[in-house]
């Protein structure tokens, strides 16, 4: 963000609650990120923005391929103005254009699925490396 900016707008709050933004900031990860596909249910995708703002995680991928990305605002309780949203929504099937977006930045993806042979979350290994969390549709 702009240095001159946030100069400003720091004389508007407490030295105590600068200090609390900044430590908050300093424990933001881009380590874990969250993909969703094609949310359906916006308190769901609402939701969602709230526990990634509460993890630390700092970027949310937003996958629009049928469903257009909404945000309750009741739901999301002003979470989303401290994340960073990256929507992809160029294209008809903006999935792949997505995932090899995250996977050319390093990221291993990872996805939610009913499977029995897949491997649980304790079983998941995050030392190897970064990783996008991507959840799917809920509507089918």
């Known amino acids: 963000m702009n240095g001159k900016l946030i100069d400003h707008l ?8 600068l200090q609390l933004f900044n430590t908050l900031l300093e424990h933001r990860t881009r380590y874990i990120t969250v993909v969703l596909e094609d949310l359906f249910q916006s308190h769901n995708a609402s939701a969602v923005l709230r526990s990634c703002e509460c993890f630390g995680i700092q970027d949310v991928h937003i996958i629009e391929n049928q469903n257009e990305y909404r945000i309750s605002p009741d739901v999301a309780l002003g979470s989303y103005k401290w994340l960073t949203l990256h929507r992809h929504n160029q294209d008809a099937d903006n999935t792949e254009t997505a995932i090899k977006s995250l996977k050319d930045s390093g990221y291993r993806i990872a996805a939610t699925t009913p499977h029995k042979h897949d491997c649980t979350i304790d079983e998941f290994d995050l030392t190897k490396g970064k990783v996008a969390l991507l959840f799917g549709s809920e509507l089918h």
């Open 10 to 17: 720091s004389q508007f709050v407490t030295d105590r609650r």
